[in-house]
């Protein structure tokens, strides 16, 4: 299996254990940050949406005009790191929120089997404190996926649903 495979089988692999948790919380609570947490499934969401889309095209190509369709400059805005979760009128309804998830993960997986190998090796298109290359970006996506996956998890269980194993 090529270094690219191998990478693209395991941010398939996290989109699809992500997306089976957070829509295990029905949309009506996606917003609802539990007691004593600090966090709320429609941010998480947001956020692994907005780093995908950075981690996994944005390190590896310019941004180009179809971007905007994709995941818009606003959207990225609400969800980069340092932002708050906040209440929900401050954010696309949760069905957005999951559209743009499941968006940019179809692109992802349609734009990257294609990727030139010898390009994986090349710096990212702007740089990142984690990893020093393309393929090393690609390689951080499903880490950094797995990470939000848990506090999903986490803020399930908070919110009184059953832990899915």
């Given amino acids: 299996m ?3 495979s191998d990478a693209l089988e395991q941010i398939a692999f996290a989109h699809k254990y992500t997306r089976e948790r957070a829509v295990s919380v029905p949309l009506a609570e996606w917003f609802t940050i539990p007691a004593g ?3 709320h499934v429609g941010w998480q969401v947001g956020h692994v949406a907005m780093a995908h889309y950075r981690i996994c095209l944005g390190r590896l190509r310019p941004r180009g005009p179809a971007d905007e369709a994709l995941i818009s400059d ?4 609400l969800f980069v790191p340092g932002t708050t979760p906040g209440p929900a009128p401050a954010y696309p309804p949760a069905e957005e929120i999951l559209a743009v998830f499941d968006r ?3 692109r992802v997986m349609e734009e990257l089997p294609n990727y030139p190998d010898a390009d994986l090796d090349l710096p990212p298109v702007f740089p990142h404190a984690l ?3 393309r393929i090393g970006s690609l390689r951080y996506a499903p880490l950094h996926e797995m990470i ?3 506090q999903i998890a986490l803020i399930r269980r908070a919110l009184g649903h059953k832990p899915i194993w």
């Fill in 2 to 4: 090529s270094r690219l």
């Fill in 37 to 39: 947490g600090v966090s």
């Fill in 74 to 77: 606003d959207f990225i805005k």
């Fill in 104 to 106: 940019v993960q179809a």
């Fill in 131 to 133: 990893f020093a290359t």
């Fill in 148 to 150: 939000h996956c848990g």
